[in-house]
């Protein structure tokens, strides 16, 4: 298996344009997960899914994120409009419910 | 709410010497443990996915280690090699939110020298 997949690797865009992250989890993974990695606050949860259902959101910063999961091989976070302090590395990662988790290998947002 | 707490922040050892990473965690209704490792710029590589009943996991030169009545993990790393040099994350379930939602530490940046 290709493991977790995302794109972009690295993004760099200007404040007030919307970004949008893509991931592909492990075949037969029925658990999605979004993180968010910064030097202050560490690794943060924003949401994750189980068969394609948002369960937890609740890390969520604000309206100006929003994920989506359309099917079991897709996954969305989109950030509209995003602001400086949206820079961070996106992580992806994925489970098939025993709990261990398998992380992408991130995207690294830069917004100027 | 689960906190998990690393200890040290940082370690730095010649190579060939043995090491105890530590990891506590404050909710002890879980029933299993995960470590990760994480590369400079690189996503989070699991490294030992330990069950409650299990008590103890290896892999290789690791050995990781899950205490619930006390709250504590430690990662054992035997005869550490210059490639162990990384960050490595504990992370435990939040019970009161679901056992899918990990908590991490801030974990332990690990230097072994050559």
């Known amino acids: 298996d290709a493991g977790v997949i995302q794109s972009p690797r690295h993004e760099v865009t200007e404040m007030g344009q919307e970004v949008t992250l893509r991931c592909k989890p492990i075949?037969?993974?029925?658990?999605l997960f979004w993180y968010r990695q910064t030097m202050m606050r560490g690794l943060e949860l924003l949401i994750y899914?189980?068969?394609?259902?948002?369960?937890?959101d609740s890390g969520m910063p604000e309206d100006r994120f929003s994920a989506k999961m359309p099917n079991a091989s897709f996954s969305t976070l989109k950030i509209q409009p995003s602001e400086p302090r949206d820079s961070a590395v996106y992580f992806c990662?994925?489970?098939?419910?025993?709990?261990?988790?398998?992380f992408g290998p991130g995207t690294r947002l830069t917004v100027l | 709410k689960q906190e998990v707490t690393q200890i040290p922040a940082a370690l730095s050892v010649p190579e060939g010497e043995n090491l105890v990473l530590n990891c506590s965690f404050t909710?002890?209704?879980?029933?299993?443990l995960q470590w990760f490792r994480q590369d400079p710029g690189k996503g989070l590589t699991s490294l030992l996915l330990?069950?409650?009943?299990?008590r103890e996991q290896t892999s290789g030169r690791l050995n990781a280690s899950l205490d619930k009545s006390s709250g504590r993990s430690t990662l054992y790393i035997a005869a550490s090699q210059p490639g162990d040099s990384a960050t490595y994350l504990c992370?435990?379930?939040?019970?009161?939110?679901?056992?899918?939602?990990?908590?991490f530490g801030t974990g332990t940046r690990l230097l072994v020298s050559p």
């Open positions: 899914f189980n068969n394609n259902v948002p369960i937890d």
């Open positions: 330990i069950q409650s009943s299990q």
């Open positions: 990662a994925s489970s098939s419910g025993n709990n261990e988790q398998f």
């Open positions: 992370a435990a379930p939040d019970p009161n939110t679901g056992f899918q939602k990990l908590v």
């Open positions: 909710d002890s209704a879980i029933y299993n």
């Open positions: 075949s037969g993974h029925d658990y």
